[in-house]
């Protein structure tokens, strides 16, 4: 039996509308200008539908494999301290398609409850591995039943920090597509595992075997034959070019390019090309908290002619953006330099 069948209470959700898939993308990468991501202009997934729930009514099951299990109403989580924390936000794309690169991306600033916190008080379990984590929306995807939106995240993430059950966007309360009146919000990871309409978390000594966990946002990784997956879970490093835009006419000479970059931790490098073949450094800022890494590169156009320019960002550990067939594939620019 899938792990999804809910044979556990739930919240009450006073509407749920639209009972279909919501998928906005109001910015395309050139409208990224601002270093935090209006709300409104924050794109929304929603893979079966949108529940609408009271805050009044709402609370959150902490269970399974812990010493003091717990319900904390959202006034419990509101009185907890609060931390904010700016994070980059980015969807990974189609589930099935890990090769497109759909660039779903936005910059947010989180307000809510810090998770270790919460978990420390239910004293969870040496045996406990893995953190699941429930979301009220039910309906059906790709003809395929979800009873309950699952998620799961390895407890070893925990130290990282900043793990949020929030319930503030922007400053502001979340509103019902983005997942009203609480979230999971996990920096670092991809937008798929910060669960909204968050009701339960239980921690587990194994992954949950659930349509959004073990048959979806698993890639593929061929390994000398055998076919093992991994869960889309760390941001693989990408990077953006906002200015100049794709399609762009420009005068021949200097041109400054801009743009954003980010991983699941520091990006060390962004680099730039108008050929593919040859890469200069372009100048990064320093990150801050898990927000995306500005970076600037004086470009200068020698000759007239039509040019591609490219970023790929660097992380930490030496991990390289593609040039191509990945989800975090090298942005390009096509310009013509007149
Ligand atoms: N309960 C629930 N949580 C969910 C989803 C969902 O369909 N149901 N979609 C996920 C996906 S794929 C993404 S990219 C992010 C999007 O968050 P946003 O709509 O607030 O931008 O939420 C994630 N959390
Ligand atoms: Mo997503």
Request: hydrophobic content about 40%.
């Amino acid at each position: 039996m899938s792990d999804a069948v809910v044979r556990h209470d739930q919240p009450p959700v006073s509407d749920f509308y639209p009972r279909k898939t919501v998928r906005r993308i109001p910015l395309l990468p050139h409208q990224l200008t601002e270093r935090i991501t209006p709300t409104g202009d924050v794109f929304v997934l929603a893979h079966v539908g949108v529940p609408h729930a009271r805050a009044e009514e709402w609370w959150i099951d902490i269970v399974g494999l812990v010493a003091r299990p717990r319900r904390l109403s959202l006034a419990d989580l509101m009185k907890m301290p609060k931390r904010t924390v700016t994070a980059l936000h980015q969807c990974a794309g189609f589930p099935a398609r890990p090769e497109i690169a759909t660039r779903r991306y936005a910059n947010v600033v989180w307000g809510g409850a810090d998770l270790a916190a919460v978990l420390r008080e239910c004293e969870p379990s040496d045996e406990a591995t893995h953190l699941w984590s429930f979301g009220v929306d039910r309906g059906s995807f790709e003809d395929v039943d979800s009873p309950v939106y699952l998620k799961d995240l390895p407890l070893s993430r925990i130290p990282a920090g900043d793990i949020l059950l929030a319930y503030e966007c922007n400053g502001q309360p979340l509103d019902a597509e983005h997942g009203f009146p609480v979230r999971l919000l996990v920096p670092g990871f991809y937008g798929t595992n910060s669960v909204k309409w968050l009701y339960r978390l239980e921690l587990a000594n194994r992954r949950p075997d659930a349509p959004f966990t073990s048959k979806y946002y698993n890639d593929s990784m061929s390994d000398g034959g055998s076919v093992r997956t991994r869960p889309v879970w760390s941001l693989a490093p990408e990077s953006v070019i906002v200015a100049p835009c794709d399609g762009q006419t420009v005068a021949q000479g200097p041109l400054d390019v801009w743009g954003w970059a980010w991983a699941d931790g520091p990006v060390s490098r962004v680099e730039i090309s108008a050929d593919g073949e040859n890469w200069a450094e372009a100048k990064v800022e320093p990150r801050s908290q898990w927000s995306w890494q500005k970076f600037r590169y004086a470009w200068i156009a020698e000759q007239p002619g039509r040019y591609k320019l490219m970023s790929r960002a660097v992380d930490s550990c030496g991990r390289i953006q593609p040039l191509s067939g990945a989800r975090n594939s090298a942005y390009e620019v096509n310009l013509s330099v007149v």
